[in-house]
């Protein structure tokens, strides 16, 4: 029952362009509500804003770099294991 709400994005199959964040807050929201998980779900929040504030973030929001789906989420699942 936890997914991002958005619709499919078709012109980003294969290319690794796709943003990540949505389905990765989707997952923080399953830990939290479902789970009962707060201090996960809040760890992945976190992990997620850093990212923003880091500009690790796709090209529909780069202004300077763009990384790509995998990038991200790996960079935003680095942040998890580590802090």
């Known amino acids: 029952m936890f997914e991002p709400i958005h619709g499919s994005y078709p012109q980003a199959a294969g290319k690794n362009i796709a943003n990540p964040v949505a389905t990765i807050l989707s997952a923080a929201m399953m830990f939290e509500y479902a789970f009962d998980l707060q201090e996960e779900g809040k760890a992945i929040r976190k992990a997620v804003d850093a990212s923003l504030d ?24 680095n942040y998890v294991a580590n802090n």
Do not use: F, Q
């Open 54 to 77: 880091a500009n690790i973030v796709t090209v529909d929001i780069s202004v300077d770099k763009a990384y790509s789906t995998s990038e991200v989420g790996d960079w935003i699942a």
